[in-house]
């Protein structure tokens, strides 16, 4: 039987008499530098801060510390309705499943590096690129890692993920990040690397009319990202206030609500009457769709990043009596990472206003997932800080 247990400087003792012949036994279960603190999904609105064994790190791979992680969309998605992305029977890279560790936005330390790494140093600074590829199919084959056929995400897929102590993860993950760019602001790299690769897909060229569909974390990297690109007219199409507010502030030109605009016609008359050049999707609502289809001009372009959670419909005769075109885009390629943080540390991207909260990981379900979900006006990027 188990008579006590006591911890002392994180050694974990068990007084245990055998029940064969009476003698004391201490039992020593865990050690100093071998359990650490993690975020973990286990289902549907069940998240917990576990404690799990800290990950070694090995040849051509990183240990790192997280600093500060952003709670994504995704990451909501799996607490109110997942598991979606997260695998429930083992993924084909990283051979996990659920329960795994969150947090694939986040910057850190590096504390340990693999014998065969000359590049980077114990202490550096870094943006942790999340993107699990298998390199060896056709996508990958051709430089596009974001469609690898069998793709995933440290903090989604396996891995591990910033949500916790420590992470392990391949070198080429990890991008070293400028003096001039803070820690915080390097957590809000990956969000914002998303909008810059959908900016880089669309035929965006000077003096461009933008429509924006949706003022979340997406959208308003998406303004920012148009904004220093040199976007000259930018409309932001969002319901609430708050996130109106916030549109504007990022460098919209017009900020419509739908519910109460005429979308299409309003995007028409500051138009000149022919319709925006480019609409960028970063909502994926039905209405939002169709109305965006007749707000571009023709032979306009509307770029979906929404990640939609019912199927959508197409009207196609929209698209083919004016020649429009429909394109899909997801995450973003080698590179973009590195782009992202060079305007940041030169001053035309300025992403820290996006941060409306800092919490820790014992708060990420109370100040974190439900607020927001149920406070989602206020806030736009929430971070939890692991080790700041």
């Known amino acids: 039987n188990v008579l006590r247990e006591a911890e002392h400087d994180r050694l974990y003792f068990q007084l245990i008499r055998s029940a064969k012949d009476g003698i004391f036994y201490i039992l020593v279960n865990k050690k100093v530098g071998t359990m650490m603190k993690a975020v973990r999904f286990h289902g549907q609105r069940d998240i917990r801060l576990d404690d799990i064994e800290v990950p070694k790190c090995g040849k051509g791979q990183v240990k790192v510390k997280p600093a500060y992680v952003g709670i994504c969309g995704s990451d909501l998605h799996e607490y109110l309705s997942g598991p979606n992305i997260i695998p429930t029977s083992p993924h084909p890279i990283t051979g996990e499943q659920a329960p795994l560790t969150l947090g694939h936005e986040f910057s850190g330390v590096i504390e340990e590096v693999g014998e065969d790494i000359k590049d980077i140093q114990i202490g550096d600074r870094v943006a942790v690129q ?20 069998n793709n ?32 915080e602001a390097g957590a809000l790299v990956e969000p914002i690397a998303v909008a810059w690769h959908s900016v ?42 708050g996130r109106q507010a916030f549109a504007k502030r990022f460098g919209a030109d017009y900020v419509l609500d739908p519910t109460k605009d005429d979308i299409v016609a309003r995007v028409r008359e500051i138009c000149g009457g022919v319709g925006a050049d480019i609409a960028f999707d970063a909502a994926g609502v039905q209405a939002g769709l169709d109305q965006a289809l007749k707000a ?13 959670e019912k199927r ?31 305007a ?34 206020k806030h736009v990027k929430i971070l939890v800080e692991v080790s700041p």
């Open 312 to 342: 959508a419909q197409l009207q196609m005769n929209d698209l083919v009596f004016r020649e429009r075109k429909y394109v899909g885009v997801t995450t973003y390629v080698q590179g973009d990472f590195r782009h992202v943080l060079n």
């Open 130 to 149: 999340p993107i699990i590829y298998d390199g060896t199919c056709g996508a990958c084959k051709d430089g596009l890692i974001n469609c690898c056929d």
């Open 152 to 183: 995933g995400f440290v903090g989604l897929s396996g891995w591990g993920g910033g949500l916790s102590e420590h992470v392990v993860v391949p070198r080429t993950a990890v991008y070293a990040i400028p003096e001039a760019v803070s820690m």
């Open 296 to 308: 571009i001009r023709a032979q306009g372009t509307l770029v979906n990043i929404a990640v939609w």
């Open 344 to 377: 940041i540390a030169a001053g035309t991207l300025k992403p820290e206003p996006m941060i409306t909260g800092k919490i820790q990981m014992d708060q990420i379900v109370e100040k974190g997932f439900r607020a927001l979900t149920e406070d989602k006006d």
């Open 200 to 241: 880089d897909i669309s035929p965006l060229k000077k003096g461009d009319a933008i429509l924006v569909l949706g003022g979340g974390p997406i959208g308003l990297a998406v303004i920012q990202c148009l904004k220093a690109r040199g976007a000259e007219k930018i409309i932001a199409s969002e319901v609430a206030p």
